[in-house]
């Protein structure tokens, strides 16, 4: 029998094995809604069967996934955060870009360094050059700039921040300080400047 | 493999502490401001600072802030001296063991108006681990207009009832969202403070439930 | 691919929600992978993983002791992909407008975006059952034998669908070199 092992194959399946980071508040969705079956049914046999009688997800699963969809939809217009899980198989680039997902939050032990990596995504078609400016690495536009995909996409990166809340805005053409538009905004007592807020969760 | 979770976590803690403690002395950083008068003056004051006893790293990055946004040096001096003072106050209510995070998001939720006796309280709820997260989601939620006091009751009741991090940073991002389409910040509060606590498990006599995680 | 200790999925199954925990963080990222490359939208690929998960918590009962834990997953995750698939309707394109492309994570940077995006196209127009068995031969590692567990096919028609894909593969990316070497 053939098995494919040619090298253009071969190439082919490394470009769709990079592991994508886990998505901290997909996991706590998850153990919530375990939670709340555990809290409904008093036994597993009783869990059983009902997953046998109706194979697709309970009402109240439903509803909590839908209210945990009403999270990620609010949500989602913030910065993304991703935790890179322990598995040895993730991609070791620092500057991961991903998906717009949602907030902050779950562990996985992350061992490479402090904080929790946490990924920004901004649309500027224009711009010759944007970067992450925050808090979480002194505002300092040289430690965070961010890549884009193609001469269109949107511009991302990857930075790390500790839990809590921190107050970020996009440094643009090395000049120009921009809000997230996709972020809630943060006022700024000291210097009236618009910038953005960053809640990073914990273990 | 539990053993190996918990020891990996403890690794991880102990990373963040170390460089947080580095860090926080940190005055290479200073080569960033390239006006040399509002360096100088950031120099001094994260000189005074030090000789406080509180950590220079927020205050640094409140200079650097004012330098990205093109803000005065005067308007920076000030900064520096408002946060310093918030933080010597957090300092006071958090304990000579805060980290430099809680230190800072204290400072932030006295910013903001959260009462000292709050901040007194949420050590006290939390003696071992760090706020920090705690005391950010208490500022965000004030930040969107719920009033310090209900937000601070809220958040107090939560740790009570070992809500995690997790939902707690959900807690403010939902209302952050609520009062975004136009619902009242205290109304939102309530709903979704209701929505998480009944989400929490009951009192561990029955499970083997998560510890309440830092 | 490492596999989770299995006494952690014996404590998960005999109710530890620590342990149940563990296996959802453990494993999170690589259905996330299979779901993303089987569905082409993240979303999907999110409510996918996720209903495997509670269906795999649900359905622990049925989940003999001293079998391995990761081919049951797969088959739990599988199925749901394919349902999901035969729900959708409505023609999706894999890189949509405002999603970031996956494969910016690829580690080997001489592919570029436009490589990754030529095997999405092609994946998408494969049939389900071949990109099915492509992904979990070549991109989960399975053996062909898991595979036949997840599946429940055949092992030579599993063979012949990864064959199927594979050529469909080679003749597209032959054609992008050859046009990029012009």
């Known amino acids: 029998m053939i098995d494919e092992t040619d090298e253009l194959i071969q190439r082919a399946a490394r470009s769709l094995r990079a592991l994508p980071a886990t998505n901290p508040l997909a996991t706590a969705r998850i153990i919530a809604a375990v939670r709340a079956r555990r809290a409904q049914a008093p036994s597993r046999l009783a869990l059983v069967a009902q997953w046998m009688r109706e194979p697709t997800l309970s009402a109240a699963s439903a509803a909590f996934l839908a209210a945990a969809a009403l999270v990620v939809g609010f949500v989602a217009r913030g910065a993304v955060r991703t935790v890179d899980g322990s598995s040895p198989d993730i991609a070791t680039t620092s500057e991961m870009p991903l998906p717009t997902g949602t907030a902050p939050a779950l562990p996985t032990a992350n061992t490479r360094g402090e904080g929790v990596a946490v990924a920004f995504l901004f649309e500027a078609r224009n711009a010759k050059s944007v970067a992450v400016v925050g808090d979480f690495n002194n505002w300092d536009a040289t430690s965070s700039p961010m890549?884009?995909?193609?001469?269109?996409?949107?511009?991302?990166?990857?930075?790390?921040a500790k839990p809590g809340r921190h107050v970020y805005a996009f440094l643009v053409d090395g000049s120009t300080v921009v809000a997230d538009p996709r972020a809630p905004r943060a006022r700024d007592l000291d210097y009236g400047g618009d910038a953005s807020v960053l809640m990073v969760t914990t273990p | 493999m539990t053993s190996f979770r918990r020891l990996t976590f403890a690794v991880?803690?102990?990373?963040?502490?170390?460089?947080?403690?580095?860090?926080?002395?940190?005055?290479?950083?200073?080569?960033?401001?390239?006006?040399?008068?509002?360096?100088?003056?950031?120099?001094?004051?994260?000189?005074?600072?030090?000789?406080?006893?509180?950590?220079?790293d927020p205050l640094m990055a409140k200079a650097l802030e004012g330098v990205a946004k093109k803000a005065s040096t005067t308007a920076i001096r000030d900064a520096m001296n408002a946060l310093e003072k918030r933080m010597r106050k957090a300092q006071d209510l958090l304990g000579k063991d805060a980290s430099v995070d809680e230190l800072a998001a204290g400072a932030d939720a006295l910013s903001v108006g959260v009462s000292e006796k709050t901040l007194t309280r949420m050590r006290r709820a939390a003696p071992r681990r760090s706020i920090a997260l705690e005391l950010g989601v208490l500022t965000e939620l004030v930040a969107r207009g719920v009033g310090p006091s209900k937000a601070s009751e809220m958040v107090l009741s939560l740790m009570a009832r070992n809500a995690t991090g997790v939902q707690l940073t959900a807690l403010s991002n939902d209302v952050q969202g609520d009062v975004a389409a136009g619902l009242n910040p205290e109304v939102a509060l309530t709903l979704r403070?209701?929505?998480?606590?009944?989400?929490?498990?009951?009192?561990?006599?029955?499970?083997?439930?998560q510890p309440r995680p830092k | 691919?490492?596999?989770?200790?299995?006494?952690?999925?014996?404590?998960?199954?005999?109710?530890?929600?620590?342990?149940?925990?563990?296996?959802?963080?453990?494993?999170?990222?690589?259905?996330?992978?299979?779901?993303?490359?089987?569905?082409?939208?993240?979303?999907?690929?999110?409510?996918?993983?996720?209903?495997?998960?509670?269906?795999?918590?649900?359905?622990?009962?049925?989940?003999?002791?001293?079998?391995?834990?990761?081919?049951?997953?797969?088959?739990?995750?599988?199925?749901?992909?394919?349902?999901?698939?035969?729900?959708?309707?409505?023609?999706?394109?894999?890189?949509?407008?405002?999603?970031?492309?996956?494969?910016?994570?690829?580690?080997?940077?001489?592919?570029?975006?436009?490589?990754?995006?030529?095997?999405?196209?092609?994946?998408?127009?494969?049939?389900?059952?071949?990109?099915?068995?492509?992904?979990?031969?070549?991109?989960?590692?399975?053996?062909?034998?898991?595979?036949?567990?997840v599946t429940g096919v055949g092992l030579s028609a599993l063979r012949m669908r990864v064959k199927r894909a594979c050529d469909a593969l080679r003749a597209r990316l032959t054609e992008v070199e050859q046009q990029n070497d012009r």
């Open chain 3, 1 to 149: 691919m490492s596999e989770i200790d299995p006494a952690v999925a014996l404590r998960a199954k005999r109710g530890d929600e620590q342990a149940f925990i563990e296996i959802v963080q453990f494993y999170y990222p690589r259905c996330l992978r299979f779901a993303r490359n089987m569905l082409g939208s993240d979303q999907d690929a999110e409510e996918a993983v996720q209903d495997a998960f509670v269906r795999v918590h649900d359905s622990f009962g049925r989940f003999r002791e001293d079998a391995r834990f990761d081919p049951w997953l797969f088959r739990i995750l599988a199925n749901r992909c394919r349902t999901l698939l035969a729900r959708s309707r409505r023609h999706r394109s894999l890189i949509e407008y405002g999603e970031v492309p996956l494969s910016a994570a690829a580690p080997a940077e001489d592919f570029g975006a436009d490589w990754a995006e030529e095997v999405r196209m092609v994946l998408e127009t494969l049939p389900a059952e071949q990109r099915e068995a492509f992904l979990l031969r070549h991109v989960e590692d399975l053996s062909y034998e898991d595979i036949a567990a």
């Open chain 2, 193 to 209: 403070g209701k929505g998480i606590m009944s989400l929490l498990p009951p009192p561990p006599s029955t499970n083997t439930l």
């Open chain 1, 147 to 160: 890549k884009r995909f193609g001469p269109d996409g949107p511009w991302t990166t990857t930075v790390r």
């Open chain 2, 12 to 56: 991880v803690l102990l990373a963040v502490a170390t460089a947080a403690r580095a860090a926080a002395q940190d005055y290479s950083r200073l080569a960033l401001i390239r006006d040399d008068v509002t360096r100088n003056v950031v120099r001094g004051l994260l000189g005074g600072a030090f000789s406080r006893g509180v950590p220079i």
